[in-house]
T-cell receptor, first 111, second 116 residues
C-alpha cells in the first residue's frame, strides 16, 4: 500500500500557483519524497524530490514540513498543460526501488 | 540525450497470442523497471532488472510473464498466451543505479496492450 495520502482532485486557475498537498505521517528518516505527474495517456514524468530541505527546480518547488509528515508541491504559475494526475511517493534506499503509487491528485487547470 | 524508449507504442493481440514489449533505457542507465497500469489505477511494480540479471520479479505473475535485459539490446517483457485481463499500459523506467540508491527512475511513454 502507498505510504501517502493525497486529495483525489483539485482545481486551479490558469496563471495562479497550484499547491498540491501530500501526507506521509509514517515516513522514516532515510526516506525521500518524490513527485511525478502523468498527463493523460503518457508515461509518468519526474518532477522533483527531497529529503528534509525545501527544493526548487525549473518545474516546481517542494516544501517539506519540519516533522516531515507532510509536504506540498507548488507549481508557481500553472498552465493548461499542467493538467495531470500528480503522484507523491515515499521511497528509501533499501528495497524501495519499487515505486508504490497511490491514486494521486487529479489537478485540473481552468482557463 | 534520448529518454527511455519503448516500442511498440500500441499493440493489439488476440487471446492466446504472444506479446513482446521492448524498452531501451536512457544512455548510461543499466537498471530497468517494468510497471503495469490498469485503466483508472496507479502503476504497479512488476520486475527490476540489471544487465543479464533479474533482481526482483516479485510483482510479476508467476505464469505467462517473463522479462530479460540482455548484455546487448533492449529489455524485453514477454507475455505468452495473452488473456483479456492483460490489457493495460506497460511502462518501463530506467535509472543509473538501483538497489541502495535513490537515483530517480525516468519513464518511457509506455506500450498500450489491447487483447481482443
Amino acid at each position: 500500500d502507498a505510504k501517502t495520502t493525497q486529495p483525489p482532485s483539485m482545481d486551479c486557475a490558469e496563471g495562479r500557483a497550484a499547491n498540491l498537498p501530500c501526507n506521509h505521517s509514517t515516513i522514516s528518516g532515510n526516506e525521500y519524497v518524490y513527485w511525478y505527474r502523468q498527463i493523460h495517456s503518457q508515461g509518468p514524468q519526474y518532477i522533483i524530490h527531497g529529503l528534509k530541505n525545501n527544493e526548487t527546480n525549473e518545474m516546481a518547488s517542494l516544501i517539506i514540513t519540519e516533522d516531515r509528515k507532510s509536504s506540498t508541491l507548488i507549481l508557481p504559475h500553472a498552465t493548461l498543460r499542467d493538467t495531470a494526475v500528480y503522484y507523491c511517493i515515499v521511497r528509501g534506499m533499501d528495497s524501495n526501488y519499487q515505486l508504490i503509487w497511490g491514486a494521486g491528485t487529479k489537478l485540473i487547470i481552468k482557463p | 540525450n534520448a529518454g527511455v524508449m519503448q516500442n511498440p507504442r500500441h499493440l493489439v493481440r488476440r487471446r492466446g497470442q504472444e506479446a513482446r514489449l521492448r524498452c531501451s533505457p536512457m544512455k548510461g542507465h543499466s537498471h530497468v523497471y517494468w510497471y503495469r497500469q490498469l485503466p483508472e489505477e496507479g502503476l504497479k511494480f512488476m520486475v527490476y532488472l540489471q544487465k543479464e540479471n533479474i533482481i526482483d520479479e516479485s510483482g510479476m505473475p508467476k505464469e505467462r510473464f517473463s522479462a530479460e535485459f540482455p548484455k546487448e539490446g533492449p529489455s524485453i517483457l514477454r507475455i505468452q498466451q495473452v488473456v483479456r485481463g492483460d490489457s493495460a499500459a506497460y511502462f518501463c523506467a530506467s535509472s543509473p543505479r538501483g538497489l541502495y540508491s535513490t537515483d530517480t527512475q525516468y519513464f518511457g511513454p509506455g506500450t498500450r496492450l489491447t487483447v481482443l
